[in-house]
């Protein structure tokens, strides 16, 4: 598990979001959001985006970036 798809699951738990409901969130079917999830489909950064503010968090946050 790549560390974006770790900080979508802490940040999901966090606040009690299901996937399914993030995806529905993000106007994307839970399907689609699972594949990018098991990392078989890539994260575009528009859907980057919308997760950082749908989670409340920054897009560097997300990405593990922080400190680099």
Request: hydrophobic fraction near 40%; aromatic fraction near 6%; glycine fraction near 8%.
């Amino acid at each position: 598990m790549t560390t974006i798809h770790r900080q979508i699951r802490l940040a999901a738990v966090a606040q009690n979001i299901t996937i399914t409901e993030l995806a529905t969130r993000l106007g994307i079917s839970r399907q689609y959001l699972g594949e990018m999830m098991r990392g078989t489909r890539r994260f575009r950064a528009k859907y980057r985006q919308k997760l950082a503010t749908e989670l409340g968090v920054t897009e560097t946050w997300l990405t593990g970036e922080v400190g680099r």
